[in-house]
């Protein structure tokens, strides 16, 4: 059996999207025009990744498919920068540990031989782990932020009784590594079970046997915990100190 997508399932499809805006209205959410304007955004520029994806895998160059994965990289870093605004270095700082967590893992992934470096692969994986990776480091600043302001005493206090900087805020930063890692592990420990993701599903509506997805899967479970671990631990640790100045005091 062919899965196969038309232009009328999609526009029937599109009625899902109207549940989610009705739903916002009923409920004056005040998100319908977001949700309208995202899916505007979310077809364009599928429409423009597909034609370049395809130009990219076509023409098979290893230049061409390590810029678009930086590309990648790039927009994860700004984005997840985003939840840091206010406070220097969060680009730089978000982009070393977008930058290492896929690099590390890819390299493990192709030097054990499990995926090989071809765009076709190396540009999907390359997303997928930038995007975990992106997340988990906005939930970290986002932790980081809320954690700074709460426990702003607490540290204050250790500074004030001889700590380092790294010592006052050391419990700050091993709970935003938590919170970072939370929803990967979480996937980790229902997968298979609650839900079945969408590259195992995709490979399965492909036509491949469900004992090789599986397989891949699993792959993608490790390489997305490895990610996910690098970039909160690395986003954390090099992030914490732009809440001090060059005097070691709280801003």
Do not use: W
Not at 102 to 117: D, K
Not at 210 to 238: C, D, E, N, R, W
């Amino acid at each position: 059996m062919n899965l196969a997508v038309n232009d009328l399932s999609l526009t029937l499809a599109l009625m899902l999207v109207f549940i989610s805006m009705a739903i916002s209205y009923k409920e004056k959410l005040g998100l319908s025009k977001d949700i309208f304007f995202g899916v505007i955004r979310a077809i364009i520029q599928l429409v423009l990744v597909g034609y370049l994806l395809k130009y990219i895998f076509q023409v098979n160059n290893t230049f061409l498919t390590i810029v678009m994965m930086l590309i990648i990289i790039f927009n994860a870093s700004y984005n997840a920068s985003k939840r840091n605004k206010g406070l220097r270095h969060s680009f730089q700082v978000s982009f070393i540990a977008i930058f290492l967590s896929t690099a590390i893992t890819i390299s493990i992934l192709v030097l054990s031989g499990a995926i090989q470096f071809i765009p076709s692969q190396m540009i999907p994986i390359s997303g997928m782990i930038a995007s975990n990776s992106m997340i988990a480091i906005g939930l970290c600043y986002r932790s980081m932020n809320t954690m700074f302001q709460d426990q702003r005493q607490q540290v204050l206090e250790k500074l004030a009784l001889g700590a380092t900087v790294k010592q006052a805020s050391l419990s700050i930063l091993q709970a935003c590594v938590k919170t970072g890692m939370a929803p990967t592990i979480d996937s980790a420990k229902t997968v298979g079970i609650v839900s079945l993701p969408g590259m195992m599903s995709g490979l399965i509506f492909a036509g491949v046997d469900p004992v090789h997805a599986i397989k891949y899967q699993i792959m993608v479970t490790f390489m997305l915990l490895s990610a996910t671990s690098i970039g909160s631990v690395l986003a954390s640790y090099l992030f914490y100190r732009s809440y001090f100045n060059e005097h070691k005091q709280l801003l």
